[in-house]
Structures are given as structure tokens and as C-alpha cells.
């Protein structure tokens, strides 16, 4: 299975929950299980070949100029944290299809967490950076969604907005450091830039690419001191929190380290930040989880505490701690979803989550009771479970490493941090099962169903199967290992019992002081009272309440409603970097001679800059100006022409009458004069504009003035519009091939503003507040006949003659002056004329085109056009052509670019069409209220 299939069908899957849902839950969940199945067995099918040490790699170019491109690659590290996503994401589907209580929309749920799947798949597969940043950032988003799924809970919409702002912000930061990486590697594919460590390590902007990409991974990870979101995430449903703690979102930040490992690690910066990041996180989240008395509360905090482990074993930058922190995933993963699966049963059958109110449930829930202890067990550490292997490791190489001048540091650290991490994991099992049954549970306890305990279970299996035979994970870990320190692994080994060691006395030391801190729990509670003193939240709170403030006070200062205020400090700032470019540019010696200018050109020249310079002076008067914006185009059309430019001569004309007849039609529902204005402003709008004005015009004359050194992109159209795209028109080859997508975009912008006009209209004539903005009273004596019998006539006359010569336009457009865009206006034109002859119901009663079906088809068809490229292996929008002979016709031309072309055309005459009817149709409500006024008066 291709990896573009593997990444898209949890996004397929996606779709397949609101599908179904209509047909119960267990459809929509098995709809969202079958796409998630189907992903994982197309990633263990490529397995074989991972273990083998290959990648699987999957390109799809995109801009490969700028360096996009949508490539995946599929090596050990991806595959671990794949398996991860989809296996545990198909327990929890399982899950979650017997956990959501029933008046939970679930259909919303399992296409919020299917999001959620695809985003974390891209992440991992992704070999682009820039491709690895979109699906980073969705990730925020789509956690945003499952955290604050329950909306009507305070508490899930404020956990909702912390973690994507914490999230999203460090995102952000991450772009930045990101393109830094990328420039100084030369590529932002991933795999050429851990080639790179190197030059990467070398480069005087290291230190500032490392430091933005460690925000954007701590802030993922919640390592301290961005730790806080993470436990306020908790107000998501249960299948939610052990899927984001266990296989999602905080093992993002992990993943890119481990990623990053090869370029960024071996530094002392890469070292001590890393490692004392990651210490501290460990350190504080067990310290805090130790006297949390909610179970999920206390599993976010060890979530932290472990990530924090992780962080830290990559930060070491030995192959050995990288080894570990790889291992831990994986088995970090198992027994941290096992037990906030467990978590949730126990919330579900009891009523509580709440330790303070739980104990002796070991008789009540037997089966619950021993999932969660051999889960809560190796999460200590226990030997024989797989949290003890990998806890083993960690500690082996804390004992070897030098931290602060001292091998000794960062054992007595580390071997405190496992401590408290096993006194947490007792005091979990001993409050919530051991002791005596209670009389007060809110609701009486019993094992669930199976649908409840099964996926915990078989996560429960993993910790115990890979604890007692740990050579099974090893090709698994061996790949990872490998593809993060870019060497072979497949020598490692796996296995329970390494002798007497340093690490065996640490962790006895860590399992004996951690059964005493249970013991003593009670008397260290001015401890946990202290840890919840320093709240982060408190800060996170006073940050965010000051950034409002700010954000108010400068919107108020910035945005006064005034757009000509706007646009002026746009256009000043324009105009500064404009000029400061074109000061520094270093402009070479003049070396071409000017042309003689004819004395009808001069003329023509002088009466357009004396229309354009008239034009602020009449501007009150709406309807002259009109017609001067109409006069300085047509003007402008005749220098088009007389600089051989018949594209843009015919494009310049048709745009201005269909403009000046939609202005004439808007004109009607404003009044006939604009505000004055004071002298001051305009004498301020008059400077900008002439600077402006001058300043593109001084651009333009040194450039006509110059010879380029290098060869123009113009002189490459030039050269390859015949031969590259089979059109003799250079102008229309351009707009249909060379810059395509420049024009498909454009038509889009089109398709959206005629759809506002529409929207904006209908809005109008619903409401009966805002149709008294449309109330209209003429202000002189109108014509007898509304509707002339010549201007009919002739309309009707010359509406087949305009259409065939907007169709002739259209098909000689690739060879000649014409296309797409011009016939569409043509078209367009000769049909506003029977709106403007015979009226809008005359017209609409025998026009019967949907406009909106017109706008669609036409974007469409131009998007099929350009993805049926790829199927022919070039990049999106390329256009092919050929010459066929078909008697008894001479030889012609077939191209691809007329079907782009066509797509342009449909989306012209709706966008125009739409409009026109919009406005029309405001005018027809207000000469129909005028009229029943007058007959009422």
C-alpha cells in the first residue's frame, strides 16, 4: 500500500462516522475501526522491509522550486510511532464505542479522533518539514476539538483553548526555526537534512534553529515549564486522554527529537538543555502526580514525568539513550493506555475517580483490579514488566553519563525521579483496590462488559509479553533506534537480566524507597500542599488576561473602522520598502536610448493624467467619477494597443463595462454624493497617492531604461511557449500553463466576491430591518417607457452575434489575442444587455442558469484539469497537447489547457452573472417598493 494511501484513510475514515451514524454508533465506530485498520496493515506490510534497514519512500512534488512537495517516508522510527497511532487508535475506537454514555453525539467523536489520527500519522511519515508543520499544527486543532468535545463543561472549554494556544504558539515559533533549519541544510526535505548535522551543528544560526524547534517540541510534550496544559486536558472524555497521553500529541515532540537526533544532537547546547528540560519535567510531574487524589490527574502528571524521562535519555546524545528512550515509547505507551482505559472503567462503573473515595475495590472489580496493578506495576518499574527494561536502561545510562562536573548527579536525580515514580504507582494501587469495601461508592461497583475491558486487556498483554520476552520487541526497537542515531542497531539486545550492575541497585533502591514514601504520604502532604502553590496555570492565567488587554487596547488604536486610515498606513509602508530597496539597489548605467514619442501618444498621455489627476477633485460626485474611472480605462485599453498588447487591450475593455454597469447598479443604493472630507486628509490621501504613483512610475522608467545581466523569465516564456505549451499566444500560454495557478486561484478569489455579493443581497431582501438601506426614491422624473422597444430589439439582435464571437474568442485564444477569461467576459457582456433591455424578470424567466452551479463547475473543471497531471506522473496544472488530423479538417490542436480555459469561463459568466442578478434584484425590491408607496400615498 502506497504511504499517500496510508496518510489519507484516517481522513477518509474521517467521513465515515457522520455516514453512518444514522445507522448507530457501533456502524459509525466500525466505519472509522475499518479505515484505521486498513492504514495499520498497509504500515506491517512495509515492516519487512524496514527491519531490513530500507525506508519506504512516497513523493509527490508540489512547488519543488520553493521546496514543497508532499513526500513520506516510512523507517523505523516511523513505523514505531505508526503502529502506536493506528493499533492503539483502533483499541480506542473499540473502546470508545461502549464508553460514550448516549446522549454523546458519538458520530461527531470518532471523526474528531480520526482528525486527530490522520494528523499524528502525518506527522510521523512526513520526510518535508513544511509538509511536517501542517499536520503538526492540525494536531492543535484537532485536540482542541476532543478536548473540549463536552462544550457544555466549563472546565473542557478551558482546557480546550489552554492547550491550543500553548500548542499552537510554540507551533508557530517552530515554523520559524524550522526554515532556519532548512536554509542552512539547503533543503527541507528531512532526510537530507540529517545529513547535514555537520554543517548544521557548524552554522553560526544553530543555536537559534535549536532553540525555536525545542519550544516548539516542549510545548507539545508539556515539558516544564509548559507542562501545565497537559493535566487541563483531563477534561476530555477518557478515551480521548489515553489516546493523547499514551500514542498522540505529547509524543509529537518527542518524535521530532528523535527525528532531529542526528542534526541537532552532540552539542554541549544540545545537551544541557535537552537533558536538564527533560530532568526537571520528570522530576516535577512525579512530584505533583504523587499527591494528586484524581486518577487522571495523577496518570497527566506521570504522563509528564515520563516524557520528561524520554526527553531527557535523548538529550544524553549516546546511541545507548537513544536506544532506551525508543524502548520507553513503546512500553510507555502500553501501560499509560492501559491505565487511563482502566481510569475510565472505574469512573464508569463507580461513579468517581476520585482515590479519596475508592478502596477496597479489589473484590468488587477482580478483572479491572488486575489490569490496572500489572499496568500501575510496570509504570513503577516492577521486574518482569516491560516499564522495568526500559527504566533499567535509563538508569544505566544516567549512571554513566557527566552532568555538572559529576557522574554522581544525574544518578542521585534519576534514581529520586524512579523513586517517586514507584511511590505514585503504589499509592494508585493501594488507595483505589486494597483496603476495606466502602458502604458510600456513588454507584455500586462491578467488573464492565467486555466491550470495556478488552482493549485494556490486550495492552495489558503487551506489558507482560514484552516484559518477560523482550527479544520480540527487538527488531521493532532495533528500526527505530537505528533511524534515530542513523546507524545499524540490529545488533542490540534485549533482555531481563543484565548482572549485577549500577542500574539493579538504583532501581531496587528507586521500587524499596518508593513502597516507604507510601508509607509516609500522609505525613509529606505539606509537600503536595507547596507543589500546588506554584501553580503555572495562575501565570499561564495573568499572561493571557495581559495579552487581551493589549491585544483590545491596540485593535482600538489600530482599527477604528476607518478603511481609508488602513490603506493610507498599508500604502506608507509600502512605500517604505519600496523606497528603501530601490535606494539601495545600486542602480547601474542607463543603456537603452528613450523612443520618440508621437505627438498623439503625447496627447493621449497628457489627457489621461489630466482625467486621473481631475478624478480626486470630482470624487463627491459618485456618478462623474464613475465615468471618469470609465474614461482613465478606456485610455488606458488604447495604450495597451498602441504597445502591442491585444490581450490585455481586450481584457481591459470588457472588464470596464461590465464594471462600470455593476457600479452604475450598486450606485443606486448610495447617495449621489460622497462625504466631504477634510483638507487636511485628502491633502494626506493626495501625497501617498502621488508618492505611490511616482515611485512605481520611477521603477517602471529604470527598468525600460536597463538591460538585464541575467536572462529574463520573460525571454524563457518566450522561448517556450510553442514548444512547452503548444500555443502561439504567449500571453494565454502563460496564464493557462506557465502561471496556472496564479489564474486558478484568481478564479477562486472571483467564484468567493460574487457569492459575497449574493450573500450580502439575499441578507437583505430576508430581513425587513435591512431592506430600508435598499429603500429607494429617484430624485428626478424618469422615462415613460422603462423598457425601450429599439434598445430591445437590438439586444436580441446582437445576443447570438456576442455569443458566437465570445465562443470564437474562446477557442483562438491559445494562438491568438482571446481566451477563457476574455470570452467569458464577452458572453457576460452581451447578457447584461438583456437584463438592462427587458429587465430582470424578463430576463431570469428565459436565463435560466443556475450561476452558483456555473461558478462550481467552472472551478471545478479547472481543478480536475490540473490534478489530471498527476496521473501522468508532472506536477499539478501542467498542460499536454498534440495535433491530430480528422477529415475532412485540416490539422489542429488539442490541449489540455482548453479544458483549464473552459473552467475559467464558466467561472467568468457565473461570478458576473451572480452579481449582476444580486444587484438587480435589489433594484427590482426597490422600484417594486417605490411603486407600492406611490399606489398607497
Not at 41 to 60: D, K, N, T
Not at 117 to 139: C, K, R
Not at 309 to 315: A, D, K, S, T, W
Amino acid at each position: 500500500m502506497s504511504l499517500l494511501l496510508i496518510v489519507i484513510l484516517p481522513f477518509l475514515g474521517a467521513l465515515l462516522p457522520a455516514v453512518l451514524i444514522r445507522s448507530g454508533r457501533g456502524m459509525a465506530a466500525a466505519g472509522a475501526g475499518l479505515a484505521t485498520a486498513a492504514a495499520l496493515a498497509g504500515v506491517l506490510a512495509h515492516l519487512p522491509r524496514v527491519f531490513a534497514g530500507e525506508a519506504v519512500v512516497a513523493r509527490l512534488d508540489w512547488l519543488p522550486a520553493l521546496g514543497l512537495s508532499a513526500s513520506f517516508r516510512l523507517d523505523g522510527l516511523a513505523a514505531l510511532f505508526a503502529i502506536l497511532i493506528l493499533g492503539i487508535g483502533l483499541l480506542i475506537l473499540f473502546y470508545a464505542r461502549y464508553y460514550l454514555a448516549k446522549a454523546d453525539p458519538a458520530g461527531r467523536f470518532f471523526t474528531y479522533l480520526m482528525l486527530f489520527q490522520g494528523a499524528m500519522l502525518g506527522i510521523v511519515l512526513s520526510d518535508n518539514i513544511l509538509l511536517l508543520l501542517i499536520f503538526w499544527e492540525l494536531t492543535s486543532l484537532s485536540s482542541f476539538l476532543l478536548i473540549g468535545y463536552w462544550s457544555h463543561r466549563p472546565d473542557a472549554r478551558a482546557g480546550a483553548v489552554m492547550a491550543l494556544v500553548v500548542t499552537a504558539t510554540g507551533g508557530l515559533v517552530m515554523i520559524a526555526g524550522m526554515l532556519v533549519l532548512g536554509g542552512i541544510a539547503g533543503s527541507y526535505e528531512i532526510s537530507q537534512i540529517v545529513k547535514a548535522g555537520p554543517a548544521i551543528r557548524d552554522s553560526g544560526l544553530y543555536p537559534l534553529a535549536l532553540g525555536l524547534i525545542l519550544l516548539g517540541a516542549f510545548t507539545k510534550s508539556a515539558q516544564f515549564p509548559f507542562h501545565f496544559w497537559l493535566p487541563r486536558a483531563m477534561a476530555a472524555p477518557t478515551p480521548v486522554s489515553a489516546y493523547l497521553h499514551s500514542a498522540t500529541m505529547v509524543k509529537a515532540g518527542v518524535f521530532l527529537l528523535a527525528r532531529l537526533w542526528p542534526a541537532l544532537s552532540g552539542t554541549p547546547e544540545w545537551f544541557y538543555v535537552v537533558t536538564t528540560v527533560g530532568l526537571v519535567t520528570m522530576l516535577w510531574g512525579a512530584s505533583v502526580a504523587l499527591f494528586r487524589t484524581d486518577l487522571k490527574a495523577l496518570l497527566a502528571y506521570s504522563t509528564v514525568s515520563h516524557l520528561g524521562l524520554i526527553v531527557m535519555l535523548l538529550g544524553f546524545g549516546s546511541k545507548a539513550a537513544a536506544l532506551a528512550a525508543v524502548f520507553h515509547v513503546l512500553n510507555h505507551a502500553s501501560f499509560k493506555a492501559a491505565l487511563f482505559l482502566s481510569a475510565g472503567i472505574i469512573e464508569h462503573e463507580t461513579g468517581t475517580r476520585d482515590i479519596d473515595r475508592l478502596g477496597g475495590l479489589r473484590r468488587l472489580m477482580p478483572l479491572t483490579f488486575a489490569l490496572a496493578t500489572l499496568a500501575a506495576l510496570s509504570m513503577a518499574g516492577v521486574p518482569l514488566l516491560n516499564g522495568f527494561l526500559s527504566k533499567e536502561m535509563m538508569l544505566e545510562e544516567a549512571a554513566h553519563t557527566t552532568y555538572l562536573g559529576g557522574v554522581w548527579v544525574l544518578a542521585a536525580l534519576t534514581t529520586l525521579g524512579a523513586l517517586i515514580s514507584a511511590g505514585y504507582s503504589f499509592r494508585l494501587i493501594v488507595l483505589t483496590f486494597l483496603g476495606q469495601e466502602r458502604e458510600d461508592y456513588p454507584t455500586k461497583p462491578h467488573d464492565p462488559a467486555i466491550g470495556l475491558w478488552l482493549a485494556p486487556a490486550l495492552l495489558v498483554a503487551v506489558v507482560v509479553v514484552v516484559g518477560l520476552f523482550p527479544a520480540l520487541a527487538r527488531p521493532l526497537v532495533a528500526a527505530a533506534a537505528g533511524a534515530v542515531v542513523g546507524a545499524d542497531m540490529s545488533g542490540v539486545v534485549l533482555k531481563i537480566w543484565h548482572g549485577l550492575t549500577p542500574a539493579l541497585a538504583m532501581s531496587a533502591i528507586a521500587l524499596a524507597g518508593g513502597a516507604l514514601l507510601l508509607t509516609q504520604a500522609r505525613r509529606l502532604q505539606w509537600a503536595g500542599v507547596a507543589l500546588a502553590r506554584l501553580s503555572a496555570p495562575a501565570v499561564y492565567a495573568a499572561i493571557m488576561t495581559g495579552a487581551e488587554a493589549g491585544a483590545r487596547r491596540l485593535s482600538a488604536a489600530l482599527h477604528d473602522g476607518a478603511m481609508a486610515r488602513s490603506l493610507a498606513a498599508l500604502v506608507l509602508v509600502a512605500l517604505a520598502a519600496g523606497g528603501w530597496a530601490f535606494a539601495s539597489a545600486g542602480l547601474g548605467p542607463e543603456t537603452r536610448a528613450m523612443l520618440p514619442v508621437p505627438p498623439v501618444v503625447a496627447v493621449g498621455w497628457l489627457a489621461l493624467i489630466v482625467a486621473s489627476l481631475w478624478l480626486p477633485f470630482l470624487h463627491r460626485d459618485r456618478l462623474l467619477a464613475l465615468v471618469l474611472i470609465g474614461i482613465i480605462g478606456l485610455m488606458v485599453s488604447i495604450g495597451f494597443i498602441y504597445l502591442s498588447a491585444p490581450d490585455l487591450a481586450l481584457t481591459q475593455i470588457t472588464v470596464e463595462v461590465v464594471t462600470v454597469v455593476l457600479m452604475l447598479l450598486a450606485l443606486n443604493f448610495l447617495p449621489k454624493q460622497s462625504i466631504a472630507e477634510p483638507f487636511a486628509l485628502r491633502a494626506r490621501d493626495a501625497g501617498l497617492a502621488s508618492a505611490a504613483g511616482l515611485g512605481v512610475g520611477a521603477l517602471i522608467y529604470a527598468l525600460m531604461r536597463r538591460d538585464f545581466a541575467a536572462p529574463t523569465i520573460s525571454a524563457y516564456h518566450v522561448e517556450n511557449a510553442y514548444s512547452g505549451g503548444g500555443g502561439t499566444n504567449i500571453v494565454n500560454v502563460i496564464l493557462v500553463d506557465f502561471r496556472g495557478y496564479d489564474t486558478f486561484g484568481e478564479i477562486i478569489v472571483l467564484g468567493i466576491a460574487a457569492l459575497v455579493i449574493f450573500a450580502l443581497a439575499d441578507v437583505m431582501l430576508r430581513r425587513p430591518a435591512l431592506r430600508r438601506l435598499i429603500a429607494w426614491t429617484p430624485d428626478q422624473p424618469r422615462a415613460g417607457d422603462a423598457h425601450p422597444l429599439m434598445l430591445v430589439v437590438t439586444t436580441r439582435l446582437v445576443l447570438p452575434v456576442a455569443l458566437m464571437v465570445g465562443v470564437y474568442i474562446f477557442l483562438r485564444g491559445h494562438n491568438a489575442p482571446g481566451g477563457g477569461f476574455v470570452a467569458g467576459l464577452v458572453v457576460s457582456i452581451a447578457l447584461v444587455m438583456q437584463y438592462m433591455a427587458s429587465g430582470l424578470a424578463w430576463a431570469e424567466a428565459r436565463l435560466r442558469f443556475d450561476y452558483h452551479a456555473l461558478i462550481g463547475a467552472g472551478v471545478l473543471i479547472a481543478g480536475l484539469t490540473g490534478i489530471g497531471a498527476w496521473f501522468a506522473g508532472r506536477p499539478f496544472l501542467t498542460s499536454a497537447f498534440g495535433y491530430v488530423t480528422l477529415p475532412p479538417l485540416e490539422k489542429f490542436e488539442l490541449a489540455t489547457a482548453m479544458a483549464f480555459d473552459l473552467g475559467v469561463f464558466l467561472t467568468v459568466v457565473g461570478a458576473v452573472m451572480l452579481a449582476l442578478a444580486s444587484l438587480s434584484r435589489l433594484s427590482h425590491r426597490a422600484h417594486h417598493d417605490e411603486r407600492k408607496r406611490g399606489e398607497t400615498g
